[in-house]
C-alpha cells in the first residue's frame, strides 16, 4: 500500500499513543490555569490555546503526514475526550 495514504499499524498506533499524552499534558495544563468554561477565558487564554494545538501538532503526528495518520490522531481526541467528559461527570460513590 501507498505510504502516504496507509503508513502501517505500529506508526499508527505510535500516533495513538502520541496523542493521548499530549492530550494529557494539554488536559492537566488548562485545568491547572483554573479556567472551567470557555466563558472564563480571556482573548489572551484562546490565543493561547490555539497556538498551544498549533505546537503540539508534531509531537503527535511525528514524521507521518499521511490522511491515515491524521485521522487516528482525531479520532484518539475524539475518543479521549469523550472518556474524559464521562469520568469526570461521573456521580462519585457515596461513601457507607
Request: net charge positive; aromatic share 6%; hydrophobic share 50%.
Amino acid at each position: 500500500m501507498n505510504p502516504i495514504v496507509f503508513p502501517g499499524g505500529l506508526v499508527l498506533l505510535q500516533i495513538a499513543l502520541r496523542t493521548l499524552t499530549v492530550y494529557a499534558i494539554v488536559l492537566i495544563g488548562v485545568r491547572l490555569s483554573g479556567k472551567r468554561e470557555v466563558g472564563q477565558m480571556t482573548p489572551f487564554d484562546l490565543t493561547l490555546l490555539l497556538l498551544l494545538s498549533n505546537a503540539v501538532q508534531n509531537a503527535m503526528t511525528g514524521p507521518d503526514t499521511s490522511l491515515i495518520g491524521g485521522a487516528t490522531a482525531a479520532i484518539t481526541l475524539l475518543g479521549i475526550n469523550r472518556i474524559t467528559a464521562r469520568l469526570w461527570n461521573a456521580p462519585w460513590p457515596a461513601n457507607t
